[in-house]
């Protein structure tokens, strides 16, 4: 791995980040590759993939229950990227960190694990007319289940919650608040320690959707005071299939199962099961091992880059990219929070977002169109889709240059 920078140093070398991803120096219609689909999925540096080949080549095995040599040290891998989890989020205790598929599961394992033990007819559960269909669906589910009311705190113009009313929906029927650290649509940073502040003043617990938190910056769970925060192991340059959970001790100690099956249990007969403690109770079969192995690499890989410089250099990219935006006619940004983190959301007049993407695609510019899965988003700002270009480590100002150029093109295709 190219050591891009010391995580003390103040500037990424971009140019180092961009020689540890392979696919990087693919060509995609005889040009090179401009990646800006970063908050759909990231590229994976050599560290993260060598990781994973050579858990297969050279210790693959079940892990937990196996006394042979094998066995013992695939799950001493495992575990340590367990370890290298709870450094990454700042989390105080390993068992605090459940292995998951990804932030999707994660929420919807606190949804029907705390939320089912812990909510019941007349309660609340607090989210943001800004959120992922991972964080509405689940508590949709858990409020058809259980009778509790579904609450959203609005948010304004530019793609920020209101918190003046986001404070006065938050009361003693308030029993879960769950919001995401950064919008995959409109890019907003959300103020989540002073949400966090909110939710225990009336003793609800706060989940944190960190499925595009993660990969932007540095996450401490503690500072942010989230009670759960989930992650996926794709959106922070790690492997698909894999993510964590972060659960306060104490809560997840008290939760029940979520799944049953091999690897929770502490005994099981036929009139009765009793538990492992958590993570186990919470990890029923056989994980994504090398997945998880490869998780812990890209959280290392991360935090050798620095996550203060990572933050910095898409902060400045940012900041390019909304510039050279401005720049194309007809050209509508949907997003334009005060924190924001290097999702840049966009409409034009001319064209319909996924033939933006389609000519983009020409020009061997990878962005997404759609939804994003937040529909509601799409609602409250009256368009059905956006483009979205999504910045990452790799990117760069000529990246960012490309795309307007390409931009002009869309312009110059359909007559605008
Ligand atoms: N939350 C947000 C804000 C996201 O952007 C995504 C994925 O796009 C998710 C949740 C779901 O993540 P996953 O599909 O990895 O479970």
């Known amino acids: ?47 993260v993939i060598d990781a994973v080949a050579t858990f297969y080549e050279t210790t693959n095995a079940n892990i937990h229950r196996g006394v042979h040599r094998l066995s ?9 990227a367990r370890e290298a989890m709870r450094d990454f989020l700042g989390a105080t205790k390993v068992e605090e960190i459940v292995f998951t598929r990804g932030t999707t599961e994660g929420i919807n394992l606190v949804a029907m694990s705390y939320g089912r033990a812990n909510v019941g007819a007349g ?38 919650i209101d918190m003046d009313a986001f404070a006065s929906l938050v009361s003693e029927r308030t029993k879960i608040v769950s919001v995401g650290h950064v919008s995959n649509a409109l890019g ?40 759960f925060y989930a992650c996926s192991g794709h959106k922070m340059y ?15 100690e008290a939760m029940p199962p979520y799944q049953g099956g091999g690897e929770m249990i502490r005994t099981v007969t036929f009139e009765k099961s009793t538990y492992a ?26 935090q050798s880059i620095g996550l203060e410089a990572i933050e910095r250099h898409e902060a400045e990219l940012l900041a390019y990219g909304t510039e050279r935006l401005a720049e194309v006619d007809g050209l509508r940004m949907v ?35 759609g939804h994003h899965c937040a529909q509601p988003v799409m609602d409250r700002f009256g368009v059905p889709a956006t483009s979205r270009a999504s910045l990452g480590i790799y990117n760069t100002r000529e990246e960012i240059d490309a795309l307007v150029d390409a931009l002009q093109q869309v312009r110059e295709v359909f007559g605008g």
């Open 1 to 47: 791995m190219a050591a891009a920078t010391s995580p003390t140093s103040t500037k990424l070398d971009v140019e180092a980040v961009r020689r540890d991803f392979p696919i990087l120096q693919r060509e995609v219609y005889d040009r090179p590759l401009v990646y800006l689909d970063n908050a759909a999925s990231t590229q994976k540096p050599r560290a």
């Open 72 to 80: 013992q040290e695939a799950t001493d891998q495992f575990e340590d």
């Open 123 to 160: 309660d609340e559960i607090l989210i943001t007319h800004m959120e992922h269909h991972s964080n509405i669906v689940p508590w949709q589910l858990l409020c058809e289940q259980t009778g509790a009311q579904l609450v959203v705190a609005p948010i304004n113009d530019d793609g920020e």
């Open 188 to 227: 907003t940073i959300n103020p989540i320690a002073e949400i966090g502040r909110l939710a225990h003043e009336v003793g609800a617990v706060l989940v944190v959707d960190g499925a595009q938190g993660c990969p932007h910056g540095a996450v401490d769970v503690q500072a942010l005071g989230a009670d």
């Open 238 to 252: 790690g492997p698909t299939g894999v993510g964590v959970l972060y659960g306060r001790h104490d809560l997840l």
């Open 277 to 302: 403690p958590s993570p186990a109770k919470f990890e029923a079969g056989t994980p994504n091992i090398a997945g998880g192995v490869g998780l812990g690499a890209a959280a290392r890989y991360l």
């Open 335 to 369: 997003g334009t929070a005060r924190r924001k983190a290097g999702v840049m959301g966009f409409v034009m007049d001319c064209a319909h977002p996924h033939d933006i993407g389609t000519i983009l695609d020409r020009e061997a510019v990878a962005v997404r169109t």
